[in-house]
C-alpha cells in the first residue's frame, strides 16, 4: 500500500521512446534554470536546448504551469525515492536521528540545486500548501522517525516547525541574501536535530 501523499500515476507507463523524450526535455529544463534562473525557462527556450521543436514541448508539458509542475514533481519523486526506498542514511537501515540528519541535508540540496522551482511552487499553492499531498508525506516521513527516536510532546508540531526550517524561500533567503553556505544551514539543522531527539 502507497504511503500517503506518494504522487500514484494516473495513466498507462510510457512507451520506452516517449519516456527517454520526457526525460531530455526535464534534464534540459533544469539546466536552463540552473544556469539562467527559472524566469529563463520559457517554452521556446527549451525547445532550443533539447533540439527539438517547441510543438513537441506543448505537446509534452501543455503549458509553461505545467512544464514547472512536471519538473517539480520530477524531483519531488526522486527525493521521495531517496528517503523512502535508497540506502542508509536518508534510507531504511539507519538510526532515526541520522535519518533525520541525512533528510534535512538532502533536502537543502534540493533546494541549491532547484531553489526557483520549489520556492515558485510554495508561493502557487500557499492557501494549501500544509494540506496537500508533498507536503503531507515530509511530514509522514519526519513524524514517523521522530516516533522512532522516541521524542516526547506533540510530535506532529514537531515536524511542522522542523520542516519549516526546510522552506525553500527561507533557505533561499539564508543563502543568497544573509551569505550563509548550504553545509552551515546542514551543521544547523543537524544540531536542532540532535537536541530535538536527545529531550
Not at 535519518?99 to 540545486?113: E, N, P, S, T, Y
Not at 520556492?119 to 496537500?132: I, N
Request: charged share 25%; glycine share 10%; aromatic share 6%.
Amino acid at each position: 500500500m502507497p504511503l500517503p501523499g506518494t504522487v500514484q500515476p494516473a495513466e498507462p507507463a510510457e512507451r520506452a521512446d516517449a519516456a527517454r523524450n520526457r526525460q531530455l526535455l526535464l534534464d534540459a529544463a533544469h539546466q536552463l534554470m540552473r544556469e539562467q534562473g527559472i524566469d529563463s525557462l520559457t517554452m521556446d527556450a527549451l525547445a532550443k536546448r533539447a533540439g527539438v521543436g517547441k510543438g513537441t514541448v506543448f505537446r509534452r508539458f501543455g503549458s509553461r504551469s505545467g512544464l514547472m509542475l512536471a519538473l517539480l514533481d520530477h524531483s519531488d519523486r526522486k527525493f521521495q525515492e531517496a528517503f523512502i526506498f535508497g540506502p542508509p542514511p536518508l534510507g531504511p537501515g539507519a538510526a532515526p536521528v541520522e535519518r533525520l540528519v541525512a533528510f534535512g541535508r538532502a533536502r537543502l540540496l534540493d533546494i541549491d540545486l532547484a531553489g526557483e522551482l520549489h520556492r515558485a511552487a510554495e508561493l502557487g499553492e500557499a492557501r494549501d500548501r500544509y494540506s496537500g499531498a508533498p507536503y503531507g508525506l515530509l511530514r509522514a516521513h519526519v513524524t514517523m522517525l521522530l516516533r522512532q527516536a522516541d521524542v516526547p510532546g506533540e510530535i506532529p508540531l514537531v515536524a511542522d516547525a522542523l520542516l519549516g526550517m526546510l522552506g525553500a524561500a527561507l533557505v533561499m533567503h539564508q543563502m543568497h541574501v544573509q551569505g550563509y553556505r548550504r553545509e552551515q544551514i546542514g551543521d544547523n539543522w543537524e544540531s536542532l536535530v540532535r537536541r530535538v531527539v536527545a529531550r
